[in-house]
């Protein structure tokens, strides 16, 4: 079991000062293995805190993003799952589903974490999961009007299943929701290979 943090759009100190007081009571150190974060942290000092929070930290650049060291995509591999993740640049128009899923498919991934919206989502779409974990900072967005509701999500990785939580502050207090998803059985004519692709093998194997 690893449990993944997913984080991002938290425009510090560009569109805001700081994660609400009541995130940060909940993301201590120790409990999270695993930071995967879909970019505009923005500042050093905010990507210095997310990594006293766990010893792994994966980052994809947002379009605010100091460090342009930060690459644009990424591939994680969790045990027999693929995790790809993304700002959401690339998605036109902006979390469109139809556009994630081709994305998904031309990543080869199982998963598909993105960003940008500024809005939490979780779905299953075409056998694969995407999320969104939405602004941690509930940062104002052109694509809305007003700001977003803060949020982030939790991931608890078991196998082919993630069970996500996603926490919410709701008028001042934090509201949690869960998501599962469990990645479907591969074809029977198909088989996982020793690098963790999948190769088709002859009828009668």
Not at 22 to 33: Q, T
Not at 86 to 102: E, K
């Amino acid at each position: 079991m690893v449990l993944v943090l997913v984080i991002g759009d938290l425009h510090i100190p560009t569109l805001t000062h700081d994660l609400p007081a009541k995130f940060k009571k909940l993301l201590v150190p120790g409990k999270i293995g695993q930071i995967i974060c879909t970019g505009n942290v923005c500042d050093k000092e905010t990507y210095d805190y997310l990594r006293t929070i766990a010893p792994e930290v994966h980052v994809v650049r947002g379009e605010f993003d100091e460090n342009t060291h930060f690459p644009l995509s990424l591939s994680i591999p969790h045990q027999s799952l693929r995790i790809g993740v993304v700002h959401g640049q690339q998605i036109v128009p902006a979390g469109d589903a139809d556009m994630l899923a081709a994305l998904a498919r031309q990543m080869d991934v199982d998963v598909l974490i993105s960003g940008g919206t500024h809005r939490f989502e979780a779905f299953e779409f075409e056998g694969r999961f995407f999320v969104n974990p939405g602004s941690a900072t509930g940062a104002w967005s052109g694509l809305w009007n007003g700001d977003a509701t803060p949020s982030f999500a939790l991931m608890d990785v078991q196998g082919p299943v993630i069970v996500t939580y996603v926490y919410q502050l709701v008028d001042g207090e934090v509201k949690v929701d869960k998501v599962e998803y469990r990645r479907p059985d591969p074809p029977k004519d198909s088989v996982e290979t020793a690098g963790g692709g999948r190769s088709e093998v002859p009828a009668g194997w």
